[in-house]
């Protein structure tokens, strides 16, 4: 258990710098339990505190766990440059606390990202010894051969990788279309791979990580959610 003052709350939550949240207490714009709360030295416990600012509902979050259902057209990177960047598409409070993307998924590709604050978190996501399998499903220009996949399955070689990177699952979805397993995550590892394979990626989606499904989040494109401890535990690797 914590106890913080109100202005320090507030700027562990994004709402801006110690001098700024201050002058939103003093305002009366901020109110705990129905309660405006217009001293910034009051203390609150942390744990669970609802507290709301120009009238909107926030909880105290120690860190955040957002999955997004990432659009085409927006960038992961931190300074965008062509695409507006999926931060544009949460509350700016999260960009103010120091929320990225979990790795990166492609201008154009849509589908799952992980976002957070959390540094140990993003680092085990990201590690290639986490080994945690990732679900894409791609539209291919050529047609999905048994060749193909089997291609896929026993490993390609890319430019720049030592061996082959071999797909952990690879099945045929529709003559254009195949489902992707893997757990390394390489810079434009699904489309290269194609490529390598004889084939080229036209549409790329993410639709899994670990064992969390995009579709069990029934998130639209555009939309996010906080990740509960339940989601968060199946993100794990399958070993
Ligand atoms: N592989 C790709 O080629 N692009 C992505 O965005 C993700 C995986």
Known sequence: MSKLTLDRILQ???????????????????????????????????SDLAFEVYGDEWLYREHVYIALNKPADYECSRKPSHHPGVLSLLPEQFSLR?????????????????????GAFIHAQSSPKSHIPKVYVATT???VTSELVAK????????????????????KLAEHQLEIVLEQGKYHQVK??????????????RTQIGKLTLDALELDEGEWCHLSAEQMALLVSDE
Request: glycine share 8%.
């Open 152 to 171: 896929l399955l026993d490993g390609v070689k890319l430019n720049d990788e030592p061996a082959p990177l071999a797909a952990l699952v690879c099945n």
């Open 98 to 118: 120091d929320v990225q993307p979990v790795g990166r998924l492609d201008n154009d590709t849509t589908g799952l990202l992980l976002m957070s604050d959390d």
């Open 192 to 205: 290269r791979m194609l490529a390598a394979a004889d084939n080229h990626c036209i549409v790329l989606k």
């Open 12 to 46: 562990s939550q994004g709402f801006g710098a110690r001098k700024w949240c201050r002058n939103l207490i003093e305002d009366g714009e901020v109110s705990i339990a129905g309660e405006t709360v217009d001293d910034y030295r009051s203390e609150f416990e942390t």
């Open 141 to 143: 220009h050529g047609a």
